[in-house]
């Protein structure tokens, strides 16, 4: 049972926060679709990282020199089809392209991920995403800004407290991408000098949802 009390929830929104997350909440998750297309239509575009044949350019080069895509892409697998369907409508408006399926033919980047976390861990400001879906678990590598929703019942105060929910996650033995994920991408690897984005996303948004 979740320990979510207003300590530890007040934990989380600190912690994610020095860990480089923006932390924000909804209290529906049509709030969550407004919010992610919202985030799409105010960033710049993504740049193209690799190779992907047949992807429309974009007429100016990315902060990086590299060439960006002229539609957005917001990638939203595993998610409720009626939450899909307003989602992918409100994108559509925008001229954005909605995918729930297929990311691994958008492996050059996307724009925004959208990923739903199992749980949160207010000791670090840790969110835990799992699945059993490639698709779910690639939203959240190639996306520029990857988006997550945490329900705030869903927040431990710390790390040995989800130790039952990870064992729980192994018993149908399936193969599954559970991800400790605590604010953007960073590495250190090049010279000591510390990047983000270089392994993953360049931004983490956390929307912590009501039950």
Same mark, same amino acid.
């Given at each position: 049972m979740s320990q979510a009390t207003p300590e530890v929830l007040e934990n989380f929104k600190a912690k994610a926060g020095l860990c480089g997350a923006t932390v924000v909440e909804a209290a529906s998750l049509s709030e969550v679709a407004q919010y992610v297309v919202d985030v799409c239509a105010n960033k710049t575009p993504c740049e193209i990282l690799a190779d992907e044949?047949?992807?429309?350019?974009?007429?100016?080069?990315?902060?990086n020199g590299m060439p960006t895509r002229a539609q957005r892409i917001i990638a939203a697998p595993c998610v409720d089809e009626k939450v899909f369907a307003e989602l992918k409508k409100l994108a559509e408006e925008?001229?954005?392209?909605?995918?729930?399926?297929?990311? !691994?033919?958008?492996l050059s980047g996307i724009d925004v991920g959208l990923s739903f976390a199992k749980?949160?861990?207010?000791? #670090?400001?840790t969110c835990l995403v799992?699945?059993?879906?490639?698709?779910? !678990?690639?939203?959240?590598? /190639? @996306?520029?800004?990857?988006?997550?929703?945490?329900?705030? #019942?869903? /927040?431990y105060p710390d790390l040995p407290s989800v130790c039952g929910i990870l064992r729980d996650l192994q018993k149908d033995g399936q193969i599954s991408?559970?991800?400790?994920? #605590?604010?953007? @991408? !960073?590495?250190?690897?090049?010279? !000591?000098?510390?990047?983000?984005?270089?392994?993953?996303p360049l931004e983490?948004? /956390?929307?912590?949802?009501?039950d």
């Open positions: 044949p047949g992807v429309a350019v974009g007429p100016e080069k990315g902060p925008k001229g954005f392209a909605c995918l729930d399926g297929g990311l !691994r033919k958008h749980c949160g861990v207010a000791a #670090s400001g799992a699945g059993t879906d490639e698709d779910a !678990r690639l939203a959240g590598m /190639i @996306s520029e800004i990857n988006v997550v929703v945490l329900n705030k #019942s869903a /927040i991408y559970n991800t400790f994920i #605590s604010g953007p @991408s !960073r590495t250190a690897d090049i010279e !000591r000098v510390p990047a983000v984005g270089v392994h993953g983490l948004h /956390i929307i912590l949802l009501e």
